[in-house]
């Protein structure tokens, strides 16, 4: 009689003593969870801004260059006929000009070009292209301010493509 009450005691406290293990698991796990979670958050949320603040300091650094192409004497220039601008000769010479800027870094820049108010554009090899209503041509041109489209992907060389654009003003101030 006294082993039977020894052994329901025995297993009784057993009982007692493995549900309470397993109530202190779950809860440290529990509490662990949640620390680990604030933690990946924390950790996540700084790699995001200091990822912004990098591509902030890469995105001024691009304008500055911008800004400093959209003053140079062959960018501002309106020293021509009406038949070359006509001819979109003035186009013509402002982007052949950016070409020897660009074309070193094809895994940089796709395209640096001087595009006029009504969206003409001209290719290095002299082709004069129009594209009507682009947003990084129009914005500049109605709002004075530097434009940055979205980032996507380019079909040319599948690497990420980002359209940055300011505007150009001659020697009165005029764009």
Known sequence: MKSSIRIRLTVIISLIAIMGTVSIGLYLTNTASNLYTAQVEDTLLEITKSAGKQVKAKLDEEFAKLHDFAKLPIITNTDYTEEEKAAH????????????VYSPFPEKYENIAFYSKDGHLALPNGTVLQLPNKPYIVGPCTTGNDYVEDPRFSSVNNQVLMFLSTVVKDAKNKA
């Open 89 to 100: 000769k003035d186009i013509v010479d402002k982007c052949q000009f950016f070409y020897p």
